[in-house]
């Protein structure tokens, strides 16, 4: 699978905005130019705690990961996600903060309202037909074995285990922390982040993966055309 290229169906800020540069600082990386990007003053450690995120570029999952189902081509992909943003409104997502997240740091909506959950399920399912099923490999690397038994339902149905009831909105700002690690990069980032403005998902973005590359984004399609 190694010359089998990833899709992936992600919110990625629009670029040289505010959020877009924190983002990409943090990680490192510019998935849009896919570029390096020079860390914030006085966190040049970061790069000792951002390889995972990195890898991906600032974004929120909408359609985790995937190969792409026999006999369909990336121009497909891209038909179907402007087929679907052109006609969608935009997504309020509110005032973001930095939290904790399990082991890791991301930034998560205070007050999420029920329109991000429903933008998310419906391009989970939107663009299910595109997918390839899981490989052995692949579903083995989401450790089914920590997954509840819902968790493994969604994953051998949609691929991914955090979907429908399970998904939350977030945009990941590090690997996963040991615990002692945890509120002390919690509380640097927040101070970096500061208070930001409320978001609004405004567009689509479809992003490809080459062998073990990062992710670039391959087209950033605007709601409503």
């Not at 509120?183 to 978001?199: F, I, N, Q, S």
Request: glycine letters at 8%; one cysteine or more.
């Amino acid at each position: 699978m190694t010359g089998t290229p990833r899709y992936a169906l992600y919110f990625t800020p629009k670029p040289d905005s505010d959020l877009a540069r924190f983002g990409n600082a943090v990680l490192g990386y510019d998935n849009h130019t896919g570029a390096e990007v020079p860390r914030p003053d006085g966190m040049a450690d970061l790069a000792g705690v951002t390889d995972s995120p990195r890898l991906y570029g600032f974004h929120a999952t909408l359609k985790a990961p995937m190969r792409l189902a026999l006999g369909v081509t990336e121009a497909d992909l891209l038909d179907a996600a402007a087929a679907l943003a052109a006609d969608h409104p935009p997504v309020p997502a509110g005032r973001l903060h930095v939290a904790t997240l399990g082991a890791f740091t991301a930034l998560i909506p205070q007050a999420p309202p029920p329109e991000l959950g429903l933008f998310a399920a419906e391009c989970v399912a939107a663009f299910e037909p595109f997918r390839a099923p899981l490989t052995e490999a692949e579903t083995a690397r989401r450790r089914p074995e920590r997954l509840t038994p819902r968790g493994r339902a969604l994953l051998a149905r949609w691929g991914y285990p955090h979907v429908f009831e399970d998904f939350r909105f977030h945009m990941t700002l590090t690997d996963a922390l040991p615990e002692e690690a945890r509120a002390p990069w919690r509380e640097r980032l927040a101070v970096a982040y500061g208070t930001g403005e409320p978001l609004t998902l405004d567009a689509l973005s479809v992003l490809r993966q080459d062998g073990t590359a990062p992710f670039r984004v391959v087209q950033r399609i605007p709601f409503g055309g």
